[in-house]
């Protein structure tokens, strides 16, 4: 069956545009996480949600992050006004349920360049 | 101190021989544990959760001792492909599955 799936692959911004990413979890799948991994770093968390419901949003950088998950199923990170620093691949994860022992299957994530 | 702590290598080790990846965790609270392995430019994979009895697939074996917070992988008769990335991973929040990752040890298996 078909796994996550995130679009853009890559995007380039000029600092100070606005940018928006997209996640299609797994179908069914009740959690969606959103991560964020810098050049030679493991993934930091920054954002949780179950079905429609943010329910963890104490990992997102600063508040020109932004996300959404409006119907329970596709979801958005929107980054407003770029910064350099916000340069990194942003990865999409979904899990089945909720349990702390469910595995996340991750997207392919979409390289983010800010000049 | 950080919250999941890894050597991150690289570990460069010729085909068939045995490594060992260690990782500490300061949450005490964290109760699940997995390894998951991320090759150059693709996502991260799990590779296989992480029990207090120790568990074992295949070539790879895992181990948790939750009083001193340490995991562990060893990998036998290692093979090119398992050159990548190695994560250890535990999750920071009881009421769900938020992960939190450590930087992540390089393998490099060569000829």
């Known amino acids: 069956g078909a796994g996550v799936s995130q679009s853009p692959r890559y995007k380039v911004a000029k600092r100070g545009q606005d940018v928006a990413l997209r996640c299609d979890p797994i179908s069914g799948h009740v959690s969606l996480f959103w991560y964020q991994q810098a050049l030679g770093q493991g993934p930091e968390f920054l954002t949780y949600?179950?079905?429609?419901?943010?329910?963890?949003k104490s990992g997102l950088p600063s508040d020109r992050f932004f996300a959404e998950r409006p119907e329970g199923s596709v979801s958005t990170l929107k980054i407003q006004r770029t910064q350099q620093e916000d340069s990194a691949v942003y990865l999409c994860?979904?899990?089945?349920?909720?349990?702390?022992?469910?595995?996340?299957?991750f997207g392919p994530g979409t390289r983010l360049t800010v000049l | 101190r950080k919250e999941v702590e890894q050597d991150p290598g690289p570990f460069n080790v010729p085909e068939g021989a045995t490594v060992a990846f260690n990782c500490t965790y300061s949450n005490s609270a964290s109760q699940s544990f997995f390894w998951y392995r991320q090759d150059c430019r693709k996502e991260p994979k799990l590779l296989m959760s992480v029990y207090s009895s120790g568990n074992e697939d295949g070539r790879f074996t895992a181990q948790l001792n939750r009083a001193s917070q340490y995991i562990s992988l060893l990998i036998r008769d290692s093979k090119l492909s398992d050159s990548a990335t190695y994560l250890c991973v535990v999750n920071r929040n009881s009421g769900y599955s938020t992960l939190t990752f450590g930087k992540g040890t390089m393998l490099l298996v060569s000829p």
């Open positions: 949600f179950q079905n429609e419901a943010q329910l963890d």
């Open positions: 994860a979904s899990s089945l349920e909720t349990s702390v022992y469910n595995e996340q299957f």
